[in-house]
T-cell receptor, first 115, second 113 residues
Framework: KQEVTQIPAALSVPEGENLVLNCSFT??????LQWFRQDPGKGLTSLLL?????REQTSGRLNASLDKSSGRSTLYIAASQPGDSATYLC??????????????FGKGTLLTVNP | DGGITQSPKYLFRKEGQNVTLSCEQN?????MYWYRQDPGQGLRLIYY???????QKGDIAEGYSVSREKKESFPLTVTSAQKNPTAFYLC????????????FGSGTRLTVV
């Protein structure tokens, strides 16, 4: 059974700091890994999608890496801003038999960026 | 703009009552999903559908039902058999059930009163 773990559960940093959020998964046979952002009471916004054949993806101040062999992904946020405050979720897509795939989520990291 | 629309944003259910959550997408995606989110837990899959008129149970399907009569719509009914329905419900879609990213709606918060 695939398990996805995110560390730390919560993180508080001053504005302008570079930071790294960690995600680990137990089954390395993933098809892709997706990072999402969730604001309080809102839905999920997709940030980055890394296919299994890729090692990283970048979007603006965000960079996500994927190391399947070690079962890890990291989300790097450069020059953090108060507007980055949210919960960040990672999710790993795994083949589950037949024509079925399953997306397994971590519990998220609650990020607070202080002005 | 293309996206997923969930309604209502807030829903209140009385004991023993069935309620239906709406999910509509205009992304022309084949696959649609329903997740439940509880505080301190990751998202859990309730049901998913790969094509019209077909759907599969997820990890926590008991007490829920779905239909997929149109490609754009995937409503979720929370029945009276669901004993702890208070949660945040999220609908998602993807091009198909394979190696593609998911797009999520804004969610419906259901509370039992």
């Amino acid at each position: 059974k695939q398990e996805v773990t995110q560390i730390p559960a919560a993180l508080s940093v001053p504005e302008g700091e570079n930071l790294v959020l960690n995600c680990s998964f137990t089954d390395s046979a993933i098809y892709n890994l997706q990072w999402f952002r969730q604001d309080p009471g809102k839905g999920l916004t997709s940030l980055l999608l890394i296919q299994s054949s890729q090692r990283e993806q970048t979007s603006g101040r965000l960079n996500a890496s994927l190391d399947k062999s070690s079962g890890r992904s990291t989300l790097y946020i450069a020059a953090s801003q108060p507007g980055d405050s949210a919960t960040y979720l990672c999710a790993a897509l795994l083949y589950s038999g037949g024509s079925n795939y399953k997306l397994t989520f971590g519990k998220g990291t609650l990020l607070t960026v202080n002005p | 703009d293309g996206g997923i629309t969930q309604s209502p944003k807030y829903l209140f259910r009385k004991e023993g009552q069935n309620v239906t959550l709406s999910c509509e997408q205009n992304l022309n995606h084949d696959a649609m999903y329903w997740y439940r989110q509880d505080p301190g837990q990751g998202l859990r899959l309730i049901y998913y559908s790969q094509i019209v008129n077909d759907f599969q149970k997820g990890d926590i399907a008991e007490g829920y039902s779905v239909s997929r009569e149109k490609k754009e719509s995937f409503p979720l009914t929370v029945t009276s058999a669901q004993k702890n329905p208070t949660a945040f419900y999220l609908c998602a879609s993807s091009i198909r059930v394979s190696n593609y990213g998911y797009t999520f709606g804004s969610g419906t918060r259901l509370t039992v009163v």
